[in-house]
């Protein structure tokens, strides 16, 4: 859990009024050099930082681990207008279906479930197509119990939205996919153990599919991420082609750790690529040692790809001085025609070292508001060893299970419910918390009242304590 001390948010606020330049407009707000725009968080950092999420609307309370109906996660997620989901009930929530976020103006706190928190089940979860959503503090394990190849999480074509403190395993496809989105931001999001050998349904019986993540954006960050136990797409570079057939996305990927990958470290492409300060960790199912391999076997076609490398480090192979160590051209390709010398874009990101981002990143990453699970917990215990307690039953790979029962499958999340008297008003913030901060308990107005010099409502600052931004 993150602490922001008040010279930090001073410098976060400070970093989002120089950065707000560099941001592209959006379909419904133009942005100006200089203005100050709102953080979604005091630690949101990256393109995605500004999400308004539901500032200011309805607050919708989950009372219920149905899949849907009155009182759940799918009734709050596809409710419309300005809303913030806050939980009165923690425990594993069975998909019965995917559930996607396509209204706009969203903030999900799962910092708010007691117990251990809120873990989804059966189908995946994510974005579509939408705008200023901000997710927090999820857990999303689909698994094979749908019998579909599903991914984990996604922002497809999605713009200003924001997930940070979420983990993602057990998928089919891939955890994470972003593709044709821009503004975003994917930040201490801890991806583990993608299924290798479990059945993807486009390719036949056997086939090794335990894939991270394919990220598009312009412009997409993805800062201080773990991902660890997935055999390929650590990442897949995903930016695409645009209307004149041209390779575009511009993405920034820094401070992230990668354990255990089998052949497929870094791939793919985009357009404009930073790639900083990054640690990769090869583990017992590594096969090859390289950080990113771009395909460029397609400029000719395309147009070009161009990258940013600096300080990244391959452990017991390359150190944060070789700024092109484990880059690795595709074959007769000179790399001084794809690498340039200065960053394209601000990162608006809080850059550390290679060596401190491990550290840091580790320390704090996943669901971890109100606690991690033991899932995460051994992931990380992995990680800091270099070992694997479990092996694939298809494949026998150290590390990349094919199935979530080769790992022990979905722990006990228990359903912990608030008592009726938590709340008085409804309005997401706990009477105690109001009574301490001078506010009234059967006044839900003044959970949308202005109480700092950032612009921030009482209950985002309740919100922000929560998960330790204060």
């Keep these: 859990m993150r602490i922001i001390s008040p010279a930090i948010r001073f410098l976060l606020t400070t970093t989002a009024i120089l950065c707000s330049a560099a941001v592209p407009a959006t379909a419904d707000e133009t942005t100006v050099a200089g203005e100050h725009r709102q953080l979604a968080f005091p630690s949101a950092e990256g393109y995605g930082r500004f999400a308004r999420g539901g500032r200011g609307g309805r607050i919708l309370h989950v009372t219920s681990l149905a899949d849907s109906g009155p009182g759940t996660l799918r009734e709050a997620v596809e409710a419309a207008g300005p809303r913030t989901v806050v939980f009165d009930i923690s425990g594993l929530i069975t998909l019965e279906s995917p559930l996607v976020v396509r209204n706009p103006l969203l903030t999900l706190a799962g910092q708010t479930a007691p117990g251990k928190g809120i873990c989804l089940r059966g189908w995946n979860f994510g974005l579509y197509g939408t705008h200023d959503v901000i997710i927090r503090f999820i857990r999303v394990r689909p698994g094979t119990i749908s019998g579909q190849t599903l991914d984990g999480m996604g922002m497809a074509y999605s713009t200003d939205c924001i997930i940070d403190h979420c983990s993602i395993s057990w998928t089919i496809d891939e955890a994470f996919s972003s593709r044709g989105a821009g503004n975003i931001t994917l930040q201490r999001t801890l991806i583990s153990e993608a299924l290798n ?52 996305g511009r993405l920034d990927l820094r401070n992230n750790v990668v354990f255990n990958w089998k052949d497929r470290a870094t791939d793919g492409g985009a357009a404009e690529v930073q790639f900083v300060n990054k640690i990769y960790r090869p583990g017992p199912a590594t096969q090859k040692l390289f950080m990113i391999r771009p395909e460029l076997e397609w400029v000719h076609l395309y147009g070009p790809q161009r990258y940013f490398i600096e300080g990244n480090v391959l452990q017991g192979k390359v150190e944060a001085d070789e700024s092109l160590g484990g880059f690795v051209p595709w074959p007769e390709t000179n790399i001084a025609e794809y690498v340039v010398r200065e960053p394209f874009f601000e990162s608006c990101v809080q850059t550390q070292t290679a060596t401190d981002a ?17 899932h995460d917990l051994r992931i990380l215990e992995e990680v800091r060893t ?69 612009g921030n409502t009482n209950l985002e600052l309740y919100l922000f304590e929560l998960a330790g931004d204060r």
């Design 197 to 248: 050998a479990a059945g993807h349904r486009k390719y036949p019986p056997g086939t090794q599919h335990g894939y991270a993540a394919s990220i598009g954006g312009d412009i997409g960050s993805f800062h201080h991420n773990l991902l660890a136990h997935c055999a390929g797409r650590n990442w897949s570079l995903a930016g695409g082609l645009n209307r004149q057939k041209q390779h575009t």
């Design 358 to 374: 491990y550290e840091d990143v580790l320390a704090d990453v996943g669901c971890n508001v109100p606690r991690l699970d033991e």
């Design 386 to 454: 270099g070992n694997c307690r479990y092996r694939g039953s298809q494949t026998m790979l150290p590390g990349l299970p094919d199935s979530q029962d080769d790992v022990g499958g979905w722990e006990e999340y228990p359903e912990i419910r608030r008592p009726p008297d938590w709340d008085h008003d409804r309005d997401g913030i706990p009477n105690e918390w109001e009574r301490q901060h001078g506010l009234d308990p059967d006044d839900a107005s003044d959970a949308h009242s202005i109480s700092s010099d950032q």
